[in-house]
């Protein structure tokens, strides 16, 4: 049971008699505090605050965010920040992150509440964005140092970022360019001023000097700590997502609620099955709904044994596991047309152990309302007396367990809960479906289906279809129809160019759509030196997101001249280049990654309904959350839980979930922790940095388990 707590407000004055001692001293008499696990961010509305603000979101850390141009929004004083509980001195926030080092009128009584609080419980502060200037530790960035852009700068993490809370990258923190016209990102460059107590993590050159300047750096006065950050970003850019990892451990001391890690997977949609190849004179797909009936030649794309054996090859090479997603049909089909042969299947099923599989139903079948294909677009068929002429529940059930029927047989390494329908279909689609298909969720509850896919671009968020759980899969824009480089591109051209151009015009119909043409592709070097980068970032994005959602592609893409490899091996490359050895990326299944998304889900709304009371007492950490929930943690390696390790090794830290029962769960911190004290008013003492984290080396590739701890 939750206990009861008694809480006093105090005032500044009544709380900073309390907490009197000589300067630079902690009171031997006065209980160590209590300080919440929960980050203050005060907000101008500014990319800047926003981009930390949603990472901690992400992360699952709890936060209270003060907007400063809100007429109503609480007066940050004393009261605000502090009281006592049970005779303990009570801090509320574990850090504090401003828009800069005081976005406050000169004078304000709630930036000296500010610095008080910080120094009295050695709370750090960020200062989200602020230029270079003495005040901040630094020299003025005029004259000595560089105020510019530093769009395509490649930054370094110092030898004191790397010990303490950078650690887990490789070293470089590449600055986006991805427009020559416009500015990306503003940044002060310069050198710590004279005297002062700066320690910059994050450097880089500035322009015509020999020197560097810092990014981010810590800043230590008045017996305060201030993470100094002199750029500008936003939550999307990858600057910021290298370093927001980063920016949460120094704040919090590597002490806080919620985790953060770097995930990827890959489905593999069709195998087994047969692709219709794109027409580039047609500009639509034979075979496919695209089409008008009858018109051009079908002309499919199939893997062959070579395309498993590079595939398998490329797996052990990269540490990484693909998921392929089946329809058995595809097999019969093709043994049935070859006298009973089909080595694909054959040397699939000898390097079965290789892969993951997942149910994709037996012939790819529309499992939606039944498609009258006799224009195009497309539409569904209306029964005689009206209404929508349905799939029913018996032909969903034959694909679903026909398709797993096949599976079992070849002893394929699968789930038999997870599912991905033809298409997604069965769920709604737009404009033709406004609504799922009523049979699907029957159909579902009746195989014990747990774990359903559904396509990013129309239907991200996570919901209950029947017994089954959605989640989510980006597209990448690596087309179904399309074996050859030349093929995709030509597509690409028709989808993202203008009619005059010999595009299909959806740009011109759409203009929000970001990834629109000037003009054509090369077919010859296009997919090489546009679409590969382009959509290289776009998944890279995903990965250093926290964003577990797997991205999907089809058998066609590893088929032919294996179009897909580029872009897997520019999203592999590029985080290999950033990240150390420790903080490899998390290669999850689908019931794994529907698990990780429901836990989140389920504390999100825990920490929004207020059910969650965090707080670290010296070397003790308590949670008190509803019994069955789910609790994310980051914390120091050598943290325990009921006597054993916490969570699992990643980034430095151990991460994980633990399950809340019907008392506080409690984490014991290693000793030499940073940990917060009372100090008196005022004092002069500087808390020391943070000690070097342990880097564990990873002895191969290989995704770091992340489940239930304790």
């Not at 797909?285 to 398998?312: K, L």
């Not at 040397?347 to 498609?371: K, M, P, S």
């Not at 959602?549 to 058998?555: L, T, W």
Request: proline share 8%.
């Amino acid at each position: 049971m939750k206990r009861t707590m008694r809480t006093a407000a105090l005032t500044a004055a009544a709380l900073l008699t309390t907490l009197a001692a000589p300067a630079g001293t902690a009171r031997a008499d006065v209980p160590e505090p209590r300080v919440d696990l929960r980050v203050l961010v005060v907000s101008d509305g500014g990319p800047a605050t926003e981009a930390i603000a949603a990472e901690l979101e992400t992360a699952g850390t709890p936060y209270t965010r003060v907007d400063l141009a809100d007429a109503r929004r609480p007066v940050i004083d004393a009261g605000f920040l502090a009281g006592t509980t049970e005779g303990r001195p009570h801090a509320r926030f574990q850090a504090v992150v401003l828009p800069d080092d005081n976005p406050f009128p000169a004078g304000s009584a709630e930036m000296a509440a500010l610095a008080d609080y910080e120094r009295t419980f050695a709370v750090p502060q960020v200062d989200a964005y602020t230029y270079a200037r003495p005040e901040v530790g630094l020299q003025y960035a005029v004259g000595a140092g560089w105020a510019g852009s530093v769009d395509g700068v490649r930054a370094e993490v110092t030898p004191a970022g790397l010990a303490g809370p950078f650690g887990y990258l490789a070293g470089e923190v590449p600055f986006e360019d991805n427009s020559p016209t416009v500015d990306e990102s503003y940044a002060y460059l310069s050198a710590p001023a004279p005297g002062a107590d700066f320690v910059p993590y994050v450097e880089a050159p500035i322009p015509g000097r020999p020197s560097k300047g810092s990014l981010v750096g810590e800043y230590r006065h008045d017996g305060r700590r201030e993470l100094v950050v002199t750029f500008v970003y936003n939550r999307h850019q990858q600057q910021f997502r290298l370093l927001a990892r980063g920016i949460v451990e120094w704040m919090t001391d590597g002490v806080h609620l919620g985790a953060d890690r770097n995930h990827f997977a890959v489905h593999v949609d069709d195998v087994l099955a047969a692709d219709d190849r794109w027409d580039t004179e047609l500009n639509c797909t034979p075979g496919d709904v695209d089409c008008p009936p009858g018109e051009g030649t079908p002309d499919p794309i199939r893997m062959v044994p070579a395309d498993v054996d590079h595939a398998v090859d490329w797996q052990d090479r990269r540490g990484f596991t693909l998921d392929l997603a089946y329809n058995a049909f595809g097999s019969v089909d093709h043994r049935e047309a070859n006298g009973g042969a089909d080595a694909l299947a054959d040397r699939f099923v000898t390097e079965r152990d290789r892969f993951r599989w997942i149910n994709h139903t037996y012939t790819h079948a529309f499992l939606g309302c039944r498609q009258d294909t006799s224009v195009v677009p497309w539409t569904c068929a209306t029964l005689p007396g009206g209404g929508t002429d349905w799939v029913g529940e018996d032909e969903i059930s034959d694909e679903i367990t026909a398709n797993l029927a096949w599976g079992e047989a070849a002893r394929l390494p699968l789930r038999d809960d997870e599912l991905i329908t033809g298409e997604h279909s069965g769920l709604r689609v737009s404009p033709q479906q406004p609504e799922d298909n009523p049979h699907l969720g029957p159909a579902l509850t009746g195989n014990g289906i747990a774990w359903l896919a559904s396509d990013h671009s129309r239907d991200p968020a996570q919901r209950r279809v029947g017994s089954a759980t959605t989640v989510s899969r980006y597209p990448m824009n690596v087309f179904y129809n399309a074996g050859r480089a030349a093929e995709q591109v030509d597509e690409y051209n028709w989808i993202y160019t203008s009619r005059a151009q010999g595009g299909s015009g959806i740009c011109e119909d759409n203009p929000a759509t970001t990834t629109c043409l000037p003009e054509p592709l090369d077919t010859a070097t296009g997919y090489a030196e546009h679409i590969v980068p382009l959509e290289t970032r776009i998944a890279l994005g995903h990965v250093l997101s926290n964003d577990p959602r797997p991205h999907f592609i089809h058998q066609s893409n590893l088929a032919e001249e294996r179009i897909a490899y580029p872009v897997l091996d520019g999203v592999l490359d590029s985080y290999e280049e950033l990240f150390a050895a420790d903080t490899p990326v998390v290669n999850l299944r689908m019931a794994d990654i529907g698990t990780e998304l429901s836990r989140r889900a389920a504390w999100r709304t825990a920490l929004d309904a207020g059910q969650v009371t965090a707080y670290r007492t010296g070397a003790s950490v308590t949670v008190e959350a509803p019994g069955g929930l789910a609790v994310p943690a980051t914390v120091p390696t050598g943290t325990l839980h009921g006597g054993t390790a916490f969570g699992s090794a990643y980034a430095g830290a151990r991460t994980g979930w633990t399950t809340a029962g019907g008392t506080p769960l409690t984490l014991a911190l290693p000793a030499g922790a940073p940990a917060p004290e009372t100090a008196a008013p005022g004092a002069a003492d500087t808390p020391a940095l943070p000690a070097p984290r342990t880097r564990v080396p990873r002895a191969v590739s290989a995704p770091v388990p992340y489940g239930p701890a304790g």
